[in-house]
């Protein structure tokens, strides 16, 4: 099994975290700069029943000017031939207006969309449910992934969760 995961959410929300933590060291902190290009491959990940490739997408945002509008639909293009598309929040922190946009493109790739809850460890175990329905009752998601990148909360069952879709 092999493939390609887009990884999506915004700053902080956790992703290199994410990334870093499978692939146990640390070469996804490459530039950290916005917009410099499509697409940066973050890591590649080796195991013994699956190869992937995790895709960083920072072209996805709402577009301010015409070079954003164009660099928004490249990512969008290439979004659309991933196996599925990692879309990370902050489990300390409600939907914002820039996520809605995005997960309105989304859903227009047409690609499973998994959302995923991080930083699981800062919030009492029976709020993770609310959280999880704050974003489910708006949106639809192929599936859901409550985990703590930085306390490796949960991280075998996200790689089950995204083998299922190669
Ligand atoms: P990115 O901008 O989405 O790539 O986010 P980073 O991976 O750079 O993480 C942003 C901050 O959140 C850093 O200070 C991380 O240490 C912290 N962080 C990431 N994952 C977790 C987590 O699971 N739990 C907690 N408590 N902090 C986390
Ligand atoms: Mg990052």
Redesign the pocket.
Known sequence: KSGFIAVI?R???????LVNTLIGQKIAIMSDKPQTTRNRIMCVLTEPDAQIVFLDTPGIHKPKHKLGEYMVKAAEGTLKEVDAILFVVDATQKLGPGEMYILERLQATKRPVILVV??I??IEREKALPIIAHYTSKYSFAGVVPI????KMNLDGLLDEVKSYL
């Open positions: 959410g700053p902080n929300v956790g992703k290199s975290t991080n930083k460890d800062l703590s990148a930085r306390e």
